[in-house]
């Protein structure tokens, strides 16, 4: 009987922890981001669900558009959302590279919320440079984004990654943090936004959402 009370208040957890977003009370500017990883999205559904804004993912690394970039990018305005383009970066291509096919891909767009760089590992690339080499080769990557937008670049950072590289310390530019449900406490500069959780579920969407909030002030 105690196993079976202790299952279903690990079920009830579980299923708040899907629908679990940070209060709108203290942060009322929240929104998504997505990559072709999460299936279609509806975004006049999801604009419905509370979310203001929505990134997505247009390239990784120097050869890889995201195939729902398009579609992602043009839905978004015509539901009425602020819109922003990820470059996700990798450790095995050139910066200068990756920065030409983002800006080959991604349209100048003033209206558009600035660029997100995201940084975190990933098990196809093991390459690890040092910290010279990368630091040197990200600046050019983020010189040729912000002239082609021109607008500073936001860098959306894992920790491990900051535990490795301090790009917060290398760069200032605004920091996305990542954590689920915690508030992220990493970094050498205070976060503008926080991936709060890549497990919500929301209509609009089949699978579960990246959720991030904005930090205000």
């Known amino acids: 009987m105690i196993l079976g009370a202790i299952a279903l208040a690990g079920v009830a957890a579980w299923q708040v922890a899907l629908r679990w977003r940070p209060a709108v009370e203290r942060y009322p500017v929240q929104g998504v981001d997505v990559s072709e990883a999460t299936g279609d999205v509806v975004w006049p559904v999801l604009k419905g669900e509370g979310a203001d804004f929505g990134y997505a993912v247009a390239t990784s690394g120097a050869r890889t558009r995201d195939r729902a970039f398009q579609t992602n990018w043009d839905e978004m305005a015509r539901a009425g959302l602020r819109r922003g383009a990820i470059h996700v970066f990798s450790f095995c291509q050139s910066p200068r590279a990756q920065a030409d096919s983002f800006n080959t891909v991604v349209p100048r767009d003033p209206a558009a919320l600035p660029v997100a760089i995201s940084f975190r590992y990933a098990e196809d690339c093991p390459d690890r440079p040092e910290r010279a080499a990368l630091v040197a080769g990200v600046a050019d990557m983020i010189a040729r984004i912000e002239t082609h937008t021109g607008k500073p670049v936001v860098l959306k950072v894992a920790r491990d990654v900051e535990r490795d590289y301090r790009l917060t310390e ?6 996305w943090a990542v954590g689920n449900f915690l508030r992220p406490g990493y970094g050498a500069r ?5 991936r709060a959780t890549d497990l919500r579920r929301v209509d609009g969407v089949d699978g579960p959402v990246n959720w991030d909030v904005v930090e205000l002030g």
């Open 170 to 175: 290398a760069f200032d530019r605004p920091l």
């Open 190 to 194: 205070v976060w503008r936004m926080w």
